[in-house]
């Protein structure tokens, strides 16, 4: 028997799912071979789906049975079986067949449930109370609490809950807390679906008496969302659930919302996720979630108006607490005053035990920073308050701790009564919960810094949607910041299910036109607390609304998942329609618009302007058409490809003959004749570098006054969101792999380490958050937790850290492992859990040159390996001649590599090396 055999089986993305709404759902498995031998590999699976665990384990496929299959294929199994319907379970398990034709054990068991399918299946009503004011700023709405009492008799055989609501709860079963979710149901546009949740609640019910109890807070539904203000798609909070029961005999209950339930408020008297929280432990009920509790002093709930968007499974991994922080400093200002430091920039907020007579009041101010007093530097949240308060009931140790609402902070402000001890705090991170994907170590602390600095980044801004920032009145899905990060993101964490949702808020936004929102999920109307023109409708900007199909294209080549490209693919052309109307001439002339965001002038700003004109501003010196032009050739590329692997070979054609022509647009337009571009910024240079848009005899110019820029800058990178993220592979595409290495080591401003050298323990919004000479930014736009910049992160995952995936096998099916041990490192271990499994490079430069280079691929993948050599001496594998080694075929020599294709396994490649020229700074 092999050793070979199927692990982490996974539902759509996701491990052991409840009540997802498909009924033919996509299966997978990543593998592990025990012996680690080369050569692993899958030749055919088996497949049992089964009705219960029992029939499983006794290797009977009631639903299904796929018999022997033989494939090499581990993902996107769609299930074939019995016609499923809606609640019912099912269990299944695989089997794998290796290259040598031997069977290996059946792997262990997974399960997913169907949920409710239809509004019909939904037998309850929304409900809710009316609260009947606005909210302010200062006075957020209250929280509503539900409960419902019924009974259940003995022999319960399974009670699953399905729930949902607009706005957030917590809920309750007999006092005891139904799952982990935080925040949920989360944010979608609510005037296109929202999420429902499933949770299995057999163990918490009892025969005889029970009770329901449901916390109603208001989340991104009618709180305060975006720069928009409050209740931008509804007026009131309202929930909806459903509690089925089987018992053993046979028979079935329901409790369902409706008009006996009962409402009350309590001790959460203000909530709001930007605003912050208010809790008074005065007007607590004790047991209120108990089945005893007498309700008769509350109100019948309120039946509120029904839905009348889509109500779906949630299919993305939730929000919930991932880890736990000790306060680093607690530094006493007074008696009842203490600025705390967690040491860490992250999302969530404080549990804080309180001791103080009934009544004491405890302020929390959340910050960022703290400026040149040592006080809260708060002027950069803008219109969030970030405060939440306690109010002592006097029943000695009391904890705090919020439900409706989450902040950006480092630091905390607690003020208003006897200063708790450090013991007694904890800073508790709240953001969805992904997987981690990726790890990467250097010889270098500060650039390790960075990448811990880009991941709590990415971690405090993966909440539901790619959030810009977790701390200031926006915390958007901003497009352009999401789709520079996202191959990043997704070597940090799995990122398939999460964007995959994502993709479906962008559809959700998507206007009549065809056009895409600049954000998404999508806000309607005006700025309300800001004195802006909102005749700008914040959609179709390039480099923003470019995102989908960017997006889409990234899942299919690191997941192989090409039902997305399918699903999205009618919006995508949509999307292309309104650009080819709008732009006949393939000249993108949209003005004003964002542009290459955050960027520093190369020249003085009044001559540029003075030339550019309405073309640029200030926060963006590369021209408008420029940039919006390029961003339209590449989407063209990319919908010729999506179609190509669609099978779609009239719409392949069609897009390939677009980009031809935007590129000779491109090229007519804006580049002279000794390859300068317009606006003559570093990132006009990159865009059209990287995305192949000048005549291959203007290249090498155009190439020569990017690194010109780039040297006579003093080795400095002037480039803007987008411009950065290209401008790295320019250079190291483009034999100066010294200048890509020179900028990620630089230390002076700007560069990513000067803010690692200020302390910066998250990636900042712009390269001149604070400087040692003006202090920080103007506040109007300073988020210390913004991740666009953080997209380096990918270089160096690439050049530093040595995997990458082959485009050419999506899905990870080879990838291409040539670390470049250059800009002073002397080694790295870097490892990635792909879709296939886990790739691995571990590699260690020595003194004269000796380099060892160890590699691993998943049983089922392969990879090609570029080994540092220098011509004409030989590279070993295990201590002998590599020609000797199984498992490794020699591709040639490219560049200052050998380059090898290996099958699975683990290999460790020692060559001599000295890099030369432009490889070394």
Same mark, same amino acid.
């Given at each position: ?83 499923? $319907? ?78 949902? /609501? ?149 299919? $993305? ?49 959340? /910050? ?62 709240? #953001? ?63 990122? $398939? /299910? ?53 997006? /889409?294209?990234?899942? #299919? ?103 031809? @022509? ?69 250079? $190291?595409?483009?034999? @100066? ?76 099916? @080879? ?107």
């Amino acid at each position: 028997m092999t050793t070979l055999q199927a692990v982490r089986l996974r539902t759509e993305y996701l491990e052991d799912p409840l009540g997802i709404d498909t009924l033919a759902p996509r299966l997978g498995w990543t593998l592990s071979d025990a012996d680690g031998r080369r050569g692993a590999a899958q030749t055919a699976y088996r497949i049992l789906a089964a009705s219960s665990p029992e029939r499983l384990a006794a290797d009977e496929g009631d639903l299904w049975d796929s018999g022997i299959v033989a494939s090499a294929v581990s993902a996107h199994i769609r299930y074939d079986g019995a016609a499923l $319907s809606a609640e019912q379970q099912v269990w299944w398990k695989t089997q794998i067949r290796d290259e040598r034709g031997e069977w290996g054990a059946w792997s262990d068991s997974a399960r997913w449930s169907v949920g409710l399918l239809s509004r019909g299946e939904w037998k309850g009503i929304w409900i809710g109370r009316k609260i009947g004011r606005k909210p302010t700023r200062e006075q957020p709405l209250p929280a509503v609490y539900l409960r419902r009492r019924f009974a259940s008799r003995a022999g319960v055989k399974r009670a699953t809950v399905y729930a949902t /609501a607009l706005g957030l709860y917590r809920l309750h079963l007999n006092g005891l807390r139904i799952g982990r979710d935080a925040l949920a149901p989360e944010w979608t546009d609510y005037h296109v679906r929202v999420q429902y949740q499933t949770y299995d609640v057999t163990d918490l019910l009892r025969a005889g008496d029970n009770a329901l109890a449901v916390t109603l807070g208001h989340g991104w539904y009618t709180g305060y969302i975006g720069m928009y203000g409050y209740q931008k798609y509804g007026m009131d909070p309202s929930f909806l659930l459903q509690l089925n029961i089987e018992y053993e005999d046979g028979s079935a209950q329901s409790v369902c919302t409706d008009e006996s339930w009962r409402a009350s408020y309590g001790p959460i008297v203000a909530a709001d996720i930007q605003m912050g929280e208010t809790h008074d432990a005065r007007l607590a009920e004790p047991e209120w979630q108990a089945p005893a509790f007498d309700d008769a002093a509350w109100s019948p709930a309120t039946r509120m108006y029904d839905y009348r968007g889509l109500v779906v499974a949630q299919m $993305s991994p939730p929000i919930r607490v991932t880890q736990e922080l000790a306060p680093q400093e607690m530094r006493l200002l007074s008696e009842d005053r203490a600025i705390v430091d967690m040491g860490q920039m992250t999302s969530g907020y404080l549990r804080v035990v309180f001791e103080a007579a009934e009544g004491v009041e405890y302020t929390l101010r959340y /910050a960022e920073a703290l400026d040149e007093q040592g006080e809260l530097y708060t002027a950069n949240l803008r219109y969030a308050r970030q405060t939440d308060a306690y109010i002592c009931a006097g029943d000695g140790r009391e904890t705090f701790e919020p439900l409706f609402t989450y902040h950006g902070y480092r630091y905390v402000e607690v003020s208003g009564g006897p200063a708790p001890k450090p013991e007694d705090i904890v800073g508790v991170v709240v #953001h969805s919960a992904l997987p981690e994907a990726g790890s990467l170590e250097t010889s270098d602390p500060l650039v390790n810094r960075l990448l811990s600095n880009i991941r709590w980044t990415q971690r405090a801004n993966y909440m539901s949607v790619p959030t810009d920032c977790p701390q200031r009145d926006e915390r958007h899905g901003w497009t352009g910041d999401a789709q520079i990060f996202a191959r990043t993101a997704a070597y940090n964490m799995d990122v $398939s /299910a999460f964007l995959t949702k994502w993709l479906t808020d962008l559809d959700d936004g998507q206007r009549p036109t065809g056009a895409y929102t600049d954000f998404a999920p999508f806000i309607f109307g005006p700025k309300t607390e800001f004195d802006n023109d909102f005749t700008y409708t914040h959609t179709a900007s390039s480099g923003w609304a470019d995102a989908p199909p960017i997006i /889409a294209k990234l899942l #299919h080549e690191l997941y192989g998942d090409r039902e997305v490209l399918r699903r999205h693919y009618p919006a995508l052309k949509r999307w292309m329609a309104f650009n080819e109307t709008l732009y006949p001439d393939g000249i993108r002339r949209d003005a004003p618009q964002y542009g290459d965001w955050l960027s520093l002038p190369e020249r003085p700003y009044e001559e540029a302007k003075a030339e550019l004109g309405w073309l640029i501003d200030s926060l963006s010196t590369t021209p408008y058409d420029v940039f919006g032009t390029a961003y339209y050739a590449n989407g063209a590329a990319i919908m010729a490809d999506i179609a190509r692997e669609l099978g779609e070979h009239a719409d392949a054609e069609r897009y390939g003959a677009l980009h031809g @022509r935007i590129k000779t647009a491109f090229a007519r337009e804006f580049v002279a004749g000794d390859g300068r571009i317009k606006g003559d910024t570093q990132t006009v240079y990159a865009m059209a570098l990287a995305w192949d848009l000048l005549p291959p005899e203007r290249r090498e110019a155009a190439m020569a006054r990017l690194t010109g820029k780039v040297e006579s800058a003093g080795v400095m990178a002037a480039t803007g969101f987008h411009g950065t993220r290209l401008l790295m592979d320019v250079l $190291s595409d483009g034999g @100066r792999e010294d200048l890509a290495f020179g900028l990620l080591t630089r230390k002076a401003y700007p560069s990513w380490l000067y803010s690692v050298l200020q302390g910066a323990t998250t990636i900042w919004e712009r390269w001149d958050g604070w400087t040692e000479e003006r202090g920080f930014q103007r506040p109007g736009m300073n988020s210390l937790c913004h991740y666009a910049f953080g997209a380096v992160g990918e270089w160096i995952y690439k050049h530093v850290g040595g995997i990458a995936p082959d485009p050419s096998a999506p899905g990870f099916g @080879r990838a291409i492992l040539r670390p470049r041990p250059l800009g002073g490192f002397t080694w790295a271990r870097c490892g990635y859990d792909s879709i296939r499994g886990r790739y691995e490079v571990d590699w260690r430069l020595g003194d004269g040159g000796a380099l060892e280079l160890a590699v691993t691929v998943p049983a089922g993948g392969e990879a090609i390996v570029h080994v540092p050599a220098d011509a004409g001496t030989a590279v070993l594998e295990s201590g002998a001649p590599v020609a000797e080694a199984e498992g490794v075929e020699a591709r040639g020599r490219l560049g200052d590599c050998q380059t090898y294709r290996v099958a699975s396994g683990r290999y460790l490649f020692t060559s001599q090396w000295h890099p030369q020229g432009g490889s070394q700074p």
